[in-house]
Structure formats: structure tokens, C-alpha cells
């Protein structure tokens, strides 16, 4: 059981670049989102989705976007990467019903740098 | 909104002394509240969650936590202090009323000394 799947791990950008970040899990979660951990910040919310063909917007937007097309796989898009866009990026996936679902598995990371 | 606040960002204790993190919770509905752990270059891991079933929960690893509604505080405990603790813990609540969704405390990263 491999859990939740983030793809690559480490990843190098230049400015203005697009590129997908991958996650995919085998848990048959309806849950999926999108995270990204900056020092002093902890883990804002980017986006989120409740099920295939769902997604909604998190704390934090704005550059990125999404589809789910399926319940496996949550790709994370960067439309024109930036310096600002450097960050460890973190996928979850849990069931959506609480309360006693509501644990959330994550992925291992991406650390993304935009040069 | 539902939101957690963690307080102190680094905390160092001695080998075998207790630990104590902080996380006080805003809500106006019973929350869910979790504790997770982040061991370097690693992703997050659940320690333990309070879904409103008893009022301590312990979780993996020798850690429990205590909610108290008087208090707002769901503070994460361990008597006594392993080496292999350090790490950065986060403290989340889980939004309702809606779209469900983790809000996560700014984390506070916890130092073990010899």
C-alpha cells in the first residue's frame, strides 16, 4: 500500500516556467489538497478538492491550479513560476466524512526552487 | 473561522524532562483537533485527534493530549523526552460548517538536548 505519491522530489525552475506537480494515492480517498510549508509559516492551504471533478481554492491560490479527473490523482499546476513559488509542497489525501475519517495522509514533499 | 495558535515556535528541553506544546483553538462548534509530527525532510505524520470522544487522548509514540473547552487549549504532553523526539509539530483543526478543511498551526519545533 503505497499511500499518497508526490512526484518529483526535489525540483529546480526558472522564473516564468510552468510545471505539474504530481499526487497520486491508492487509498480510494475522496479528499485530496494541496499544501505548501514555508519557515515561520507552517502549511497554508493551496487547494482542495472533495471529489473527482471538485476543486475550491485554499488559503493561498493565486499562481496555481488544479483538476481532479480522477480519485487517484491531484496535480498541482505552476502557470508561470516565481521566486515566491519556492516552498516545500505537501499533497493530502483523507476520507471526508468526520469524525472518524478525518485523519489526513501526506505525502513525502517537493521542494520546489524558482532561480 | 476555525483557526489554531501555537505558542512558541522553538522549545528545548532536556533528555527525560517533560515535554509541553501549546495550541490553543478558536471555534464556535466543537472542533477536530490533531496533532501531527514532522521529522526532517519528511512529510507530516498524525501523533493523535480529538473528534469529541473523551477528553484526553493519547496518541503514538508516548504523547497524549488534553482538551479543555474552558480553556480553548489543546495542549500535546509527553512525561519524558526521547532524543528521537525532535522534530516540528504541528497542531490543525478541521473546519466545518462547509467545505471541509485542515487548518494548520505555524508549527513549533521541538529541541531534545543530552
Known amino acids: 500500500n503505497a499511500g499518497v505519491t508526490q512526484t518529483p522530489k526535489f525540483q529546480v525552475l526558472k522564473t516564468g516556467q510552468s510545471m505539474t506537480l504530481q499526487c497520486a494515492q491508492d487509498?480510494?480517498?475522496?479528499?485530496m489538497s494541496w499544501y505548501r510549508q514555508d519557515p515561520g509559516m507552517g502549511l497554508r492551504l493551496i487547494h482542495y478538492?472533495?471529489?473527482?471533478?471538485?476543486?475550491d481554492q485554499g488559503e493561498v491560490p493565486n499562481g496555481y491550479n488544479v483538476s481532479r479527473s480522477t480519485t487517484e490523482d491531484f496535480p498541482l499546476r505552476l502557470l508561470s513560476a516565481a521566486p515566491s513559488q519556492t516552498s516545500v509542497y505537501f499533497c493530502a489525501s483523507s476520507y471526508s466524512t468526520p469524525p472518524t475519517n478525518t485523519e489526513a495522509f501526506f505525502g513525502q514533499g517537493t521542494r520546489l526552487t524558482v532561480v | 473561522a476555525q483557526s489554531v495558535t501555537q505558542l512558541g515556535s522553538h522549545v528545548s528541553v532536556s533528555e527525560g524532562a517533560l515535554v509541553l506544546l501549546r495550541c490553543n483553538y478558536s471555534?464556535?462548534?466543537?472542533?477536530?483537533l490533531f496533532w501531527y509530527v514532522q521529522y526532517p525532510n519528511q512529510g507530516l505524520q498524525l501523533l493523535l485527534k480529538?473528534?469529541?470522544?473523551?477528553?484526553l487522548v493519547k496518541g503514538i509514540n508516548g504523547f497524549e493530549a488534553e482538551f479543555k473547552k474552558s480553556e480553548t487549549s489543546f495542549h500535546l504532553t509527553k512525561p519524558s523526552a526521547h532524543m528521537s523526539d525532535a522534530a516540528e509539530y504541528f497542531c490543525a483543526v478541521l473546519t466545518q460548517g462547509g467545505s471541509e478543511k485542515l487548518v494548520f498551526g505555524k508549527g513549533t519545533k521541538l529541541t531534545v538536548n543530552p
Open positions: 480529538y473528534t469529541s470522544a473523551a477528553t
Open positions: 471555534s464556535s462548534v466543537p472542533p477536530y
Open positions: 478538492s472533495v471529489g473527482a471533478g471538485i476543486t
Open positions: 487509498m480510494n480517498h475522496e479528499y
